[in-house]
Nanobody
Framework: QVQLVESGGGLVQFGGSLTLSCAAS????????MGWYRQAPGKQRELVAR???????EYGDSVKGRFTISRDNAKNTVSLQMNSLNAEDTAVYYC????????????WGQGTQVTVSA
């Protein structure tokens, strides 16, 4: 059983910053990536950022240059530093962990709300 617990969401003003954190626990092995996705009302869930085994990272186009993902492999944690937030960043943010395999298995956190006010 794998559990992902997120923290750090909330209300922030336009142009502000926020940091999300996620800690994984349980029977963890064979992690391919850890990262963050988000889903705004009426929209599909989209990739925000992920850290892939080996050190590479991927970012969604809309957050490049503003968000930074960091991962601690020893602690099985991943964080997302979000800067220059705008209204389009308002969404529920989900922590994700994917295992190796074809296909790999996805684990999800419960989600944390991020709201950017004008």
């Amino acid at each position: 059983q794998v559990q992902l617990v997120e923290s750090g969401g909330g209300l922030v003003q336009f142009g502000g910053s926020l940091t999300l954190s996620c800690a994984a626990s349980g029977s963890i092995f064979g992690i391919y990536s850890m990262g963050w996705y988000r889903q705004a009302p009426g929209k599909q869930r989209e990739l925000v950022a992920r850290s892939i085994n080996g050190g590479s990272t991927e970012y969604g186009d809309s957050v490049k240059g503003r968000f930074t993902i960091s991962r601690d492999n020893a602690k099985n944690t991943v964080s997302l530093q979000m800067n220059s937030l705008n209204a389009e960043d308002t969404a529920v943010y989900y922590c994700n962990m994917r295992t190796f395999g074809k296909p790999g298995r996805d684990y999800w956190g419960q989600g944390t709300q991020v709201t950017v006010s004008a």
